[in-house]
C-alpha cells in the first residue's frame, strides 16, 4: 500500500517568514495530493490541494509544488502569521478522490510573533 | 449548511457497555468516513460508505460496526472495546468517494474506554 513520510515533524519560525513542509510519498500510481490543516482541538480542514498532471498550484500565501519524478511534494505558506499555527497533515490517493487517502505524520508549525 | 454534525463530543465507556457514534451531514455528500485519530497521529481509515453501501473496511475489528441508515446518516456502533480504541473519532463525507472534492471532517467524538 502506499506510504507518505512527512518532515520535519515540528517547524517553528518568525511571524512573517516563509515556511515548507516535504512529503514524499511510495506508490507512482497516486496522483491526488491534498493538504489538511488541524488546530488544536479541531477539527481537518482542507486548506490545498494538487493533481498529478499539474505542477505548481498557489491560492494567496499558501501554494504546493509536486515533483512526480521524485514522488515528492511540498506546501509552502509565505508571510506566516500566527493563525498559521497548527498541525499541518500531507496526504495522497489514488483516482484523484479522496477514497483511501493515506496521510502523512504531520507536521506541528509554531509562528513565534 | 456546510457542517458534518458529531454526537457525542465526548464518550467515557467500559469494556463492557455498548454505544453508538453518530454523524449527520445535509450537504447533499454521496460519500461517508469513519476516521480513527490517536494523539500526535494522522487520521486513519476506518470505513467508507458510498452511496449508503458500506465500500471500504480497512480491517477494522468487528467490535467496531459502521451502519448508514440513509444519505444524511453514519452511526458506529462500539461493543466490547480494549483501552486502546480510545482515540479521536471523526466522520467525514464528501461529494463522492471517487472525486476530489473536499473532505468534510466533523469535529469528532472523544472516546475514553476504562
Known amino acids: 500500500g502506499e506510504n507518505v513520510e512527512q518532515h520535519p515533524s515540528t517547524l517553528s519560525v518568525q511571524e512573517g517568514d516563509s515556511a515548507v513542509i516535504k512529503c514524499t510519498y511510495s506508490?507512482?500510481?497516486?496522483?491526488?495530493f491534498p493538504w489538511y490543516k488541524q488546530e488544536l482541538g479541531k477539527r481537518p480542514q482542507l486548506i490545498i490541494d494538487i493533481r498529478s498532471n499539474v505542477g505548481e498550484k498557489k491560492d494567496q500565501r499558501i501554494a504546493v509544488t509536486l515533483n512526480k519524478t521524485a514522488k515528492h511534494f511540498s506546501l509552502h505558506i509565505t508571510e506566516t502569521q500566527p493563525e498559521d499555527s497548527a498541525v499541518y497533515f500531507c496526504a495522497a490517493s489514488k483516482n484523484f478522490g479522496n477514497e483511501k487517502l493515506t496521510f502523512g505524520t504531520g507536521t506541528r508549525l509554531t509562528i513565534i510573533p | 449548511d456546510t457542517e458534518v454534525t458529531q454526537t457525542p463530543k465526548h464518550l467515557v465507556m467500559g469494556m463492557t457497555n455498548k454505544k453508538s457514534l453518530k454523524c449527520e451531514q445535509h450537504?447533499?455528500?454521496?460519500?461517508m468516513y469513519w476516521y480513527k485519530q490517536k494523539a500526535k497521529k494522522p487520521p486513519e481509515l476506518m470505513f467508507v460508505y458510498s452511496y449508503e453501501k458500506l465500500s471500504i473496511n480497512e480491517s477494522v475489528p468487528s467490535r467496531f460496526s459502521p451502519e448508514c441508515p440513509n444519505s444524511s446518516l453514519l452511526n458506529l456502533h462500539l461493543h466490547a472495546l480494549q483501552p486502546e480504541d480510545s482515540a479521536l473519532y471523526l466522520c467525514?463525507?464528501?461529494?463522492?468517494?471517487?472525486?476530489?472534492?473536499?473532505?468534510?471532517f466533523g469535529n469528532g467524538t472523544r472516546l475514553t474506554v476504562t
Open positions: 467525514a463525507s464528501s461529494q463522492d468517494r471517487r472525486d476530489n472534492s473536499p473532505l468534510h
Open positions: 450537504m447533499g455528500h454521496r460519500a
Open positions: 506508490d507512482s500510481a497516486s496522483n491526488y
